[in-house]
């Protein structure tokens, strides 16, 4: 079965200019996140939806960066102005309603994210 | 959510048992201990999880002492596919008004040997 799957898989673009990510979550599920990964580091939680709302945007970095789930299904992270230090994989997470009783996210292989 | 320390990297035979060690002393009595994986160049990956008692699944085995304030996972059998970062978290479940996010640290990085 289709697992997350994250577009594109490489992003290269200078300083200033806006990007979108797009994640597309295993079916059915209604939870998703986003998290921000440099290199030799953990994944830094960025915002989880609970169907279309942002139910906690808490990790978001700064007002440039922005994320909609209009449908409950399809993720765009958004991210204007970008900067050098936005350079990162953007990782994708998915899971099923009462998911924290089995602990399972279901994460893609991420949109790794370069700004010149 | 709790801390948890880690070491940062561990080297372990192919063949041989990885014994992964977390420390979460300041956990409290409803948070779960969750392990999750990373494999060069892909998303995390989950291991298992547990609250009190050790717990076992295909992949790995966790043991948690009983204060609860350090566990070790269990790969017992390494193979050279299971190179990669190992994430500890602890964190109280959704159904006892905790986060609904996983809050990830540095990991440790093991790696297998041939």
């Known amino acids: 079965g289709a697992g997350v799957s994250q577009t594109p898989s490489n992003k290269v673009t200078e300083k200033g200019k806006y990007v979108e990510l797009r994640c597309d979550p295993i079916s059915g599920h209604t939870a998703l996140y986003w998290y921000r990964q440099s290199l030799g580091q953990g994944p830094e939680f960025l915002i989880y939806?609970?169907?279309?709302?942002?139910?906690?945007d808490s990790g978001l970095p700064n007002d440039r960066f922005f994320a909609v789930r209009p449908e409950g299904s399809v993720s765009t992270l958004k991210i204007q102005r970008t900067e050098r230090g936005d350079s990162a994989v953007y990782l994708c997470?998915?899971?099923?309603?009462?998911?924290?009783?089995?602990?399972?996210?279901?994460f893609g292989e991420g949109s790794r994210l370069t700004v010149l | 959510d709790a801390k948890t320390t880690q070491p940062p990297s561990m080297d372990c035979a192919e063949g041989r048992a990885a014994n992964l060690p977390c420390n979460h002393s300041t956990i409290s009595g409803n948070e779960y201990v969750y392990w999750y994986r990373q494999i060069h160049s892909q998303g995390p990956q989950y291991i298992i999880h547990?609250?009190?008692n050790n717990e076992t699944n295909e992949m790995a085995s966790l043991i948690i002492t009983e204060d609860r304030k350090s566990s070790t996972l269990i790969l017992p059998h390494a193979t050279l596919r299971d190179t990669a970062v190992y994430y500890c978290i602890v964190r109280v479940a959704v159904t006892q008004g905790g986060s609904e996010k996983l809050v990830f640290g540095k990991g440790t990085k093991l790696t297998v040997n041939p």
């Open positions: 997470a998915s899971s099923p309603q009462g998911w924290s009783n089995t602990g399972e996210l279901f």
């Open positions: 939806f609970q169907g279309t709302g942002a139910a906690d």
């Open positions: 547990g609250l009190k």
